[in-house]
């Protein structure tokens, strides 16, 4: 059920917080004079509103198909909205129970974030581990075609219509992709979609990789699970949290998600033209990381949400943001009930960084610029060092010999994000340097084992490198 406390988002990159409509109180017989004064108060555009009749009229009398009056209505409230801005819509009984299904994390489709560019339904970004991403569709990708049918001119709650059906069945998307010269076709077959929010792994000894896919109601409780299971693997010495192709999602979420990475502090703000969107979140007390060193991944795949954490994160200087800028989606949708079963999403206040930068059609810019490349290895031969050498001399001073096979082991980790993730790659070179500074000290000495030098890592950014 939903409730207004829920916050989510419907297609594209959005961070939602859904309140309670607010509207007139039935009263007495005193009601009257305070109606025609809120009335006056609201000055109501009346000629206006006479052509809007007038047009709703000839609508009735003289469109070629008969259409019910309801309907028309509809419309008339879609056309409102769409026409203040991307993100603001008129949510139908459909698109309301979508809402909610995109906030909990399970619904029935292709799995894939869209948005409309020049006209045609765009995938912002495939979801992980979802019929989308299994097909091989990217972001960027442009859907010209459903089925052999244009998609040109159509609206993002028809496209997702379109896209919704019963598991197992299949839908032919004609794909228009840069980098290729004529369009072709992709079968994507309907699954049951459970987007789980957060994932880890480690990277090697002592490096953690977080990827986090969306923000949902359960993102910070994924969170925590899963550092829990990352630290079970041995003490961090760095993380990296990737937000690339996350379309943002619950506001909410993403505060918890940045106050698990500070002690205290602002973490964001709304404002807007009403007191009550006028808002402020605050971080709590506890590093769940203990101060380890961070590197957040972004790219242009990365609105909203995600733009909170990886901006919060970044004043604070908390963290290193590396790849590429962002999406550039800053500002705030409160979703109001009309009746049970539909609502409206309106565009109700922008947010700001705890410096107080909006990132509205602007974006996040990373600290370190780290483009997506396909890397190519110019030298494969195998190396022959003088532990390789049949007769060598010992080290002298007991030291372990490391020979080529040694060494094949040691980098095969290294190698395989070398060829399969340049940024990741990357991220986790800027975190060993990041530990080799704190290893600079002493060992054993008060200057390196000292919470101050621990803070101060922590807070090391681009350009102190």
């Known amino acids: 059920m939903f409730t207004p406390k829920m916050v989510a988002r419907v297609i594209g990159a959005a961070a939602l917080t859904a309140l309670p409509l607010m509207g007139l109180s039935q009263g007495g017989q005193g009601d009257s004079a305070e109606r025609t004064s809120l009335e006056a108060e609201s000055r109501l555009p009346l000629e206006d509103l006479r052509s809007f009749a007038k047009v709703f009229e000839q609508i009735r009398q003289g469109y070629v198909n008969e259409v019910d009056d309801s309907t028309l209505l509809e419309y008339a409230i879609k056309g409102m909205l769409q026409g203040l801005d991307p993100h603001s819509a008129y949510l139908d009984s459909r698109s309301f129970d979508d809402l909610q299904a995109h906030t909990t994390g399970e619904f029935a489709g292709l799995g894939i974030e869209v948005g409309i560019e020049d006209d045609y339904i765009t995938i912002i970004t495939p979801m992980d581990d979802t019929p989308a991403e299994r097909a091989g569709l990217r972001a960027g990708d442009v859907i010209l075609r459903m089925s052999g049918k244009s998609m040109r001119g159509v609206s993002l709650d028809q496209a997702v219509e379109k896209m919704r059906g019963p598991v197992g069945s299949s839908v032919v998307l004609t794909i228009g992709r840069k980098g290729h010269k004529e369009p072709f076709d992709v079968t994507v077959k309907r699954d049951k979609v459970r987007v789980y929010s957060v994932r880890g792994e480690m990277l090697e000894d002592g490096y953690g990789y977080l990827r986090i896919s969306q923000f949902q109601l359960d993102t910070g409780g994924d969170l925590m699970r899963a550092m829990k299971k990352l630290k079970k693997e041995g003490e961090l010495k760095g993380l990296v949290v990737d937000l690339r192709n996350n379309p943002g999602g619950v506001l909410q979420s993403s505060v918890e998600v940045v106050d698990a990475f500070l002690e205290d502090g602002l973490v964001v703000y709304t404002e807007g033209r009403n007191e009550s969107s006028n808002l402020r979140y605050s971080a709590s007390s506890g590093d769940i990381t203990n101060g380890a060193p961070l590197v ?60 107080g930068r909006s990132i509205q059609a602007q974006g996040i810019k990373p600290d370190i610029t780290v483009e997506r490349v396909q890397v190519t290895r110019l030298d494969g031969r195998a190396r022959t060092t003088e532990a390789d050498l049949a007769g060598h001399l010992g080290n002298g001073n007991g030291g372990k010999e490391s020979g080529s096979e040694d060494r094949k082991k040691a980098k095969a980790g290294q190698d395989d994000w070398y060829s399969r993730d340049n940024q990741v790659f990357e991220a986790l070179n800027v975190l060993k340097g990041l530990n080799l500074y704190v290893r600079r000290a002493p060992q054993g000495s008060e200057e390196s084992s000292s919470p101050a030098k621990k803070d101060q890592v922590a807070q090391i950014r681009a350009e102190d490198l």
């Open 296 to 355: 957040v991944l972004i790219n242009d795949g990365s609105a909203s949400a995600a733009e909170i954490v990886a901006g919060a994160l970044q004043d604070h200087r908390r963290a290193v943001v590396m790849g590429t800028d962002s999406f550039g989606k800053g500002s705030v949708q409160t979703v109001i009930p009309i009746n049970e079963d539909r609502a409206i999403k309106l565009t109700t206040a922008l947010y700001f960084t705890p410096k």
